[in-house]
């Protein structure tokens, strides 16, 4: 293999981190209230807490980019968008929505791989 790519059992999968995402985010929102004002710490606590699980997952050479969404649910839709540049060969994201009657709550985890 190319000594520059990520070895076969050591490559970002897409369905495993999506699968971690989720079950954090059940555990850590459930079936909380929306509260705007605390949504800026819990964001940030959620983005941690998903890095430090995807990290221990053990991708070696992986960068991680985790973003999280917090938007209160009023009936409305929402999309999220993203685009990068990155190799398709050993680059990839994660994305899971955990949506309740009072939020949705959206972990996108992007491992780029660093040469």
Request: hydrophobic content about 35%; charged content about 25%.
């Amino acid at each position: 293999s190319h000594p520059l790519k990520p070895r076969p059992n050591a490559k970002f999968l897409k369905r495993d981190v999506e699968k971690k995402v989720e079950a954090i985010l059940q555990e850590r929102v459930g079936d909380k209230a929306y509260n705007y004002n605390d949504t800026m710490a819990q964001s940030k606590e959620l983005c941690s807490e998903i890095q430090q699980a995807v990290l221990n997952m053990g991708y070696e050479r992986y960068k991680l980019v985790v973003q999280v969404t917090i938007a209160e649910a009023c009936s409305q839709g929402l999309r999220i968008a993203s685009r990068c540049l990155w190799d398709p060969e050993v680059d990839n994201f994660a994305q899971f929505t955990f949506s309740t009657e009072h939020m949705h709550v959206t972990g996108i985890v992007f491992g780029l791989y660093w040469e």
